[in-house]
């Protein structure tokens, strides 16, 4: 019986492992391709076929990308929304957050009500425009930032993790002295650093990849973030129109496109590495309690 059940392990390791590494090629592949496309020669990507490795390399691609005197500006234009959207978004969401987890709150499950409704119903495109523009936020960075202050779910389960705080350490903090603000700031967030690193995270990469909010808010190309930008890029090589020091032969719309994708995801692959030990600890503390 020892020697099957052995046996048996050893079959499921088999071909548990082989599933694992199965998945693993069809997540990576995809990015494989498109790094790899992206140092490609235009003639090399012209005749075909699917490109793990390059065999003619160029960077012919990134040359059109950075061909543009604004990229640098849309670059920390995204930046800035980035990280002062972040900013706001954390602070906003415990703000709202820690009052939420107080069971002895007036009102309190109403407005988790209000708050779960806005999970499953929104104004719309056009209202929520019109209350943009009458808060005369309409070409400014701030339209960017200020309508998404608070993401619902991410304030559901950071009011989950905070209910999961000891009491009795808030009780000591107001003995000595602390406020409700200061409990939060001094007590609360300090022991919250997984989850809030998390939403950080979450709300970064939301900010980084602002498109739509951009086109139909800001009308001014110079406060473009870097995401309208390369669309613009993109579709300036697909009709070859570009740079005067660009022929045909030097542009390839499929190269340009995958320089893109590479440029427009690094940032955030450089700053997960950095988070990503706090990520599952922090959405799963935050959503063992309800």
Not at 57 to 81: E, H, N, P, Q
Not at 229 to 240: D, P
Not at 264 to 270: N, S
Request: with cysteine.
């Amino acid at each position: 019986m020892h020697y099957d059940k052995t046996l048996g392990n050893r079959i499921f390791n088999i071909v548990n492992y082989s599933l694992l590494l199965i998945i693993a090629l069809v997540c990576v592949l995809p990015f494989v391709y498109v790094l790899a496309v992206s140092f490609t020669s235009p003639t090399e990507v012209a005749k075909g076929g699917i490109i793990l490795f390059p065999k003619e390399w160029s960077l012919s691609a990134y040359k059109y990308i950075f061909s543009t005197d604004t990229l640098l500006r849309s670059l920390g234009v995204s930046i800035y929304i980035t990280v002062v959207g972040t900013i706001i978004n954390l602070i906003f969401t415990a703000l709202m957050a820690y009052p939420l987890a107080k069971s002895k709150l007036r009102g309190r499950q109403t407005i988790l009500l209000a708050v779960l409704f806005t999970m499953l119903f929104s104004g719309g495109m056009i209202p929520t425009y019109f209350v943009v523009k009458g808060l005369h936020l309409t070409n400014t960075l701030w339209s960017l930032m200020i309508p998404s202050a608070i993401s619902a779910f991410n304030l559901i389960v950071l009011k989950n993790f905070f209910q999961q705080i000891p009491d009795g350490l808030e009780d000591s903090a107001k003995i000595d002295g602390c406020n409700d603000l200061g409990v939060l700031f001094r007590v609360v967030l300090p022991l919250s650093m997984p989850a809030m690193a998390t939403f950080a995270l979450f709300y970064s990469v939301t900010h980084w990849n602002q498109f739509f909010n951009a086109i139909l808010y800001i009308n001014d190309n110079a406060k473009w973030p870097i995401q309208v930008l390369l669309r613009e890029i993109i579709m300036l090589a697909q009709s070859r129109i570009g740079d005067s020091g660009f022929d045909e032969a030097e542009i390839q719309p499929l190269t340009i496109r995958m320089a893109v994708i590479v440029f427009a995801t690094l940032p955030i692959l450089l700053v997960y590495p950095f988070l990503q030990k706090h990520f599952t600890k922090g959405v799963l503390l935050g959503s063992v309690k309800g």
